[in-house]
Each structure stands twice: as structure tokens, then as C-alpha cells.
């Protein structure tokens, strides 16, 4: 069965510090691997978009992780901002599947205080 | 900025009632989704489109309708509410696909839906 898991469920750090999530996944064939944030009561917005031939990609203070071989992922985020406080999705796509098929893990609910 | 629209935002209504939750975008994307998200759990994929007049249901099922008369428009009809209904929905578009990923998937804000 394809799944995406997620650790931690959620974490508290506090400003200015770095943290990192963690996304396992069992998703087979891999197509791209993504992370999201989502603001409790928004719309998921996208981080980064990875495929299988990319380890590491960055968007301003997050950069994201891949490991193909060992189906995990990372998102690091450094230097905490309280914005920063969302939920961070993880969502893998399988090859060949129609967009619509895509797998969400539960995300991670990280808190950031002051 | 994604241009996808939701509305309502927020919709508080009673047992039986038949509400519509509508969803625009200005992107000319061919592929919309219906996602339903409760608390701390995953998106699950209610329904979805591929152009007009092309719908599908999704993985989650679900007692709720969709239709695709525009490319711009896909709102999601209940018949008759109940209070297990009560869930964000989230409408979201993807493009054409880029070469080596899939298309860029945008999220409206969402609708949250209560019924008593």
C-alpha cells in the first residue's frame, strides 16, 4: 500500500532556531516528491518539487532533501521566523498516475515561538 | 500568487440543506480537484476534472457532486447536508506538466463546512 509517513506529528522551537521534518514514504514508482505549508485555516502553498534525480533543492530558508534509495525526504528550515508557524505537508506522486493520484502524509505541525 | 478562488470561506448551515461550494480560476488550467481535509489528517481526493465536461470521482467517497460547464468553474454540490459533512474542502488547478515533474498544483483557502 502507498503511504507517506511524517515525524514528528508536531514541534515547538523557539525563534531563530533550525529544525528538520522528516517524510518516509513507500510510494512505488516514484515520480516527484513535494513539500507544503499550509496556515492553519489556508490553502496548502507549494515549497519545493522534487524528482527522483534530485537530492537537494532550496527556496529561501527551506531546503529539502531527497533520498530515492531509502524512499525519505527532509525539510530543514533555518533561522525560525514565527511565520513559520504552519503545517508542513509531504506529497508523493507516483509515475505514470494521473496528477489526481497524488499521496498526502498528515503533515508536520510546527510552532515557533518568540 | 495563486489566482483560485473559493467561496464561502465559511458556511455554518442546518441538517438537510442543499449547499453549492464554488470554486474560480484565472489560470486556464485544465485540471481542478476537490481535496477534503479534517483536522491533524491527510487531504483525501474527493473529486476531479480534466476539462470540461470531464469529471471523476476521486478516492474518498464521497455523497457530494461536481460539475465542469467552464474550464474556470468546478463547484461541489450536497444534495442534503448532514453533520458528518462537516470538513474543509479545498479546490485546487494544476497546468500543463513541465518536463521531469508533475504540473505545479494551487490550493484555493478553502471552504469550511459545519453543519449542525
Known amino acids: 500500500k502507498n503511504q507517506v509517513e511524517q515525524s514528528p506529528q508536531s514541534l515547538i522551537i523557539l525563534e531563530g532556531k533550525n529544525c528538520t521534518l522528516q517524510?518516509?514514504?513507500?510510494?512505488?514508482?516514484?515520480?516527484?516528491l513535494r513539500w507544503y505549508k499550509q496556515d492553519t485555516g489556508r490553502g496548502p502553498v507549494s515549497l519545493t518539487i522534487m524528482t527522483f534525480s534530485e537530492n537537494t533543492k532550496s527556496n529561501g530558508r527551506y531546503t529539502a532533501t531527497l533520498d530515492a534509495d531509502t524512499k525519505q525526504s527532509s525539510l530543514h528550515i533555518t533561522a525560525s521566523q514565527l511565520s513559520d508557524s504552519a503545517s508542513y505537508i509531504c506529497v508523493v506522486s507516483d509515475r505514470g498516475s494521473t496528477l489526481g493520484r497524488l499521496y498526502f502524509g498528515r503533515g508536520t505541525q510546527l510552532t515557533v515561538w518568540p | 500568487e495563486a489566482d483560485i478562488y473559493q467561496t464561502p470561506r465559511y458556511l455554518v448551515i442546518g441538517t438537510g440543506k442543499k449547499i453549492t461550494l464554488e470554486c474560480s480560476q484565472t489560470m486556464g488550467h485544465d485540471k481542478m480537484y476537490w481535496y477534503q481535509q479534517d483536522p491533524g489528517m491527510e487531504l483525501h481526493l474527493i473529486h476531479y476534472s480534466y476539462g470540461v465536461n470531464s469529471t471523476e470521482k476521486g478516492d474518498l467517497s464521497s455523497e457530494s457532486t461536481v460539475s465542469r460547464i467552464r474550464t474556470e468553474h468546478f463547484p461541489l454540490t450536497l444534495e442534503s447536508a448532514r453533520p458528518s459533512h462537516t470538513s474543509q474542502y479545498l479546490c485546487?488547478?494544476?497546468?500543463?506538466?513541465?518536463?521531469?515533474?508533475?504540473?505545479?498544483?494551487?490550493f484555493g483557502e478553502g471552504s469550511r463546512l459545519t453543519v449542525l
Open positions: 485546487a488547478s494544476s497546468g500543463r506538466i513541465r518536463q521531469g515533474t508533475g504540473g505545479e498544483l494551487f
Open positions: 517524510c518516509n514514504y513507500t510510494v512505488s514508482p516514484f515520480s516527484n
